[in-house]
């Protein structure tokens, strides 16, 4: 079955800092992977994704992830964090069956210290 | 830009009451999908229309129905509401079944009392 692993719960960085956030995901094929932010009450906002191509992505805001086949995962990287990027960050991987449905991770929250 | 719209925003029913949640997706959008989001936890899958059929069913209690209609907006129908319906519930749409990005909207949240 299709997981996400998000093995940090809350990350706390200062500002100007770099940041990298972990994602592991377990799938058969090749996956489709998100990165999503959410700010506390507000909806999902996708940062970037990854299909097939250039392993590096670039998203908005900044934001990078590298898509690392061999180790299954898909970090999440910024060189240098504000105080607005503090809000919680979800890796997913969109199924290719009948739907194309998104598997959440459960999350890191992004604490920034100013 | 046109996003995808929710109503209601903020939604308190008591247990046992019946509650529906619209979903307007972005104009052209044929696809929807709910989730839903507990307390701390990550969203999960509940339902997926396209083309007003639906095309997936996940976790979604049998006291959930929902359907898309002719103008492509969805409504989840939640029924029988209990405690642990209390939820942040998201429609995201998308263009198109497939590797197309799903836009979210603001959500829902229903609260149970």
Known sequence: AQSVTQPDIHITVSEGASLELRCNYSYGATPYLFWYVQSPGQGLQLLLKYFSGDTLVQGIKGFEAEFKRSQSSFNLRKPSVHWSDAAEYFCAVGRMDSSYKLIFGSGTRLLVRP | ?113
């Not at chain 2, 903020?10 to 529906?20: D, F, S």
């Not at chain 2, 095309?55 to 409504?75: C, L, M, N, T, V």
């Open chain 2, 1 to 113: 830009a046109a996003g995808v719209i929710q109503s209601p925003r903020h939604l308190i029913k008591e247990k046992r009451e019946t509650a529906t949640l619209k979903c307007y997706p972005i104009p052209r959008h044929d696809t929807v999908y709910w989730y839903q989001q507990g307390p701390g936890q990550d969203p999960q899958f509940l339902i997926s229309f396209y083309e007003k059929m639906q095309s997936d069913k996940g976790s979604i209690p049998d006291r959930f129905s929902a359907q898309q209609f002719s103008d492509y907006h969805s409504e989840l129908n939640m029924s029988s509401l209990e405690l642990g319906d209390s939820a942040l519930y998201f429609c995201a749409s998308s263009l198109g079944q497939g590797l197309y990005e799903q836009y979210f909207g603001p959500g829902t949240r229903l609260t149970v009392t």
